[in-house]
């Protein structure tokens, strides 16, 4: 189901939904605050006068004093006053159209000789009364004051206060309204980037890569997609890569077999007829090519047989191959014998090795193969009377066979191909007509099976060097 809350949306609502109740919760309280404020200075404010001028007139027993005294004080601040003797009379000058309070309040207050503080009245004609006990030095009562003040004036002041918090509300609602649609933008803004190049990857375009953002955690997103799709994408070219190859190697092998088969079949034909016209003379001959073209075909199979073995990639070398303890130098001698007997004019040299060769953990078989691939090509492309140099080197702890000769090279272009299956030279070069092409990618399948080193450098018409390394054993039976 599609959900119509966008990511975007929820922010906002969010930050909306906290901010705003979040500012009317201040504002209330702000304003219950004040108002409890005002409201405790307004009840100080008349409990000190009337305290203080009791106290002033407590050794006196003329109530009018005092209320001629506290009458002066409260006209100033707006106040009303009463001043009732103990039998509940007025007792002039009063202030005000009271007393607020019944007179049963004031009898009240002189038997309990207790002070009281009360809200009467609703609104702008709400007062707030304070009454209390005047009583002499012998604890005698000689009447009450009740002092009072309208809360008009307070509540103007509230008023006041409630219109600017509102104003202050509704503005600062906006403005959060205002941020939140921009904080909400730039926060989703990294993720709608990732959606979208999420989006463009389940279309199977996989060269987008999401923008990294500034928000730490975002941006570590970001990076860990785009290293996925990384490795993907170059997972993908690997498997294109590979299946491109098992085209070309099939393409190739069937053509590579096509050749001799249709020899075969000529011979096959030429034969069928000489045996009906019991023509025998010819046989040997017919005999002779299509052994010629069995072993071509057998060649091939077994090289690529070869390297379907060598390219079981993820196993050991042990699982693949036969290997044991080698001595480098009987070996390479053995090929030097060999190279001998191939030789058509050119001088074959053997480079005793300086130093100390220590043995190497390889299949004696393939090694051998790789290295009579080398020199088997080394005789092909150097002309007579040129050198072809077979030597071994032992540096940092790994042993390299040498094979280099003075041929006519390999051009630049061409270097990167060598080793590639049925890669083939310009054939005009080189006064070999056949050739498979499988040579140095036999060799190559063989030093990547022993997790060797194969380096090649050639000049054209100056000669080239293969130098083939692997790992020297630092001790009898270790590899
Ligand atoms: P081929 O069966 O053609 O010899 P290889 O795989 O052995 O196949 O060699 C591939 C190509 O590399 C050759 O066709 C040739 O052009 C080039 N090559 C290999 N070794 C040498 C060499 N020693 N000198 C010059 N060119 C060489």
Redo the contacts with the bound molecule.
């Keep these: 189901m599609k959900s119509r809350l966008t990511f975007r949306g929820l922010i906002f609502f969010l930050f909306i939904g906290t901010l705003i109740p979040l500012l009317v919760v201040v504002g209330l309280l702000v304003y219950r605050l004040q108002q409890a404020y005002l409201l405790d200075v307004a009840q100080r404010y008349l409990i000190n006068f009337v305290q203080a001028g009791v106290e002033q007139f407590s050794a006196d027993s003329d109530l009018t004093l005092l209320a001629v005294s506290l009458s002066e004080s409260f006209r100033v601040i707006g106040a009303d006053l009463f001043v009732l003797n103990a039998a509940g009379n007025p007792v002039p000058p009063s202030l005000g159209t009271g007393p607020w309070l019944e007179i049963a309040d004031h009898q009240a207050v002189q038997a309990s000789r207790q002070s009281i503080m009360q809200m009467i009245g609703a609104g702008d004609s709400a007062r707030l009364v304070y009454l209390t006990t005047i009583v002499d030095q012998n604890r005698d009562v000689l009447g009450t004051v009740e002092a009072s003040l309208p809360m008009a004036n307070i509540n103007d002041q509230l008023n006041a206060l409630r219109r600017w918090l509102l104003l202050i509300i509704t503005l600062a609602s906006g403005l959060s309204i205002l941020l939140a649609v921009v904080l909400s933008g730039i926060i989703t803004r990294p993720i709608s980037s990732l959606v979208a190049s999420v989006d463009l990857v389940r279309q199977g375009n996989l060269e987008t890569r999401a923008p990294v953002s500034e928000v730490r955690e975002l941006g570590q997103l970001a990076i860990t997609y785009n290293q996925m799709l990384d490795r993907i994408s170059l997972e993908l070219q690997q498997r294109a890569r590979l299946a491109e190859n098992m085209r070309r190697f099939a393409a190739n092998a069937s053509h590579e077999l096509r050749s001799p088969l249709s020899v075969f079949r000529s011979s096959v034909e030429l034969l069928d007829k000489a045996f009906h016209q019991d023509d025998h003379r010819r046989l040997p001959e017919i005999l002779a090519i299509l052994r010629k073209e069995v072993d071509t075909m057998t060649g091939l199979v077994e090289n690529l047989l070869l390297l379907a073995r060598l390219d079981q990639s993820g196993e050991s070398v042990d699982a693949i191959l036969h290997p044991e303890v080698i001595d480098p130098v009987p070996l390479l001698e053995e090929v030097y014998e060999r190279s001998r007997l191939l030789a058509r004019g050119q001088e074959v040299e053997l480079e005793w090795p300086k130093g100390e060769i220590g043995p190497i953990w390889a299949d004696r078989d393939m090694l051998r193969r790789a290295l009579n691939?080398l020199v088997e090509?080394?005789v092909?492309?150097t002309p007579a009377g040129k050198k072809i140099t077979l030597r071994l080197e032992n540096r940092n702890g790994s042993i390299a066979f040498v094979i280099e000769?003075q041929?006519?090279?390999?051009p630049p272009d061409?270097l990167p191909k060598?080793f590639e299956r049925f890669?083939?030279?310009d054939e005009s070069r080189?006064r070999r007509v056949s050739?498979?092409?499988?040579?140095?990618?036999i060799v190559e399948a063989v030093v990547r099976a022993h997790d060797g080193e194969i380096q090649v450098e050639s000049v054209p018409e100056q000669g080239?060097c293969f130098r083939l390394s692997f790992k020297q054993m630092d001790a009898p039976g270790q590899t």
Excluded: K, M, P, V
Excluded at 407 to 410: L, N, V
Excluded at 435 to 441: D, E, F, I, V, Y
């Design positions: 691939n090509n080394a092909t492309y000769d041929g006519i090279g390999i061409q060598i890669y083939r030279g080189s050739g498979s092409g499988l040579g140095l990618a080239t």
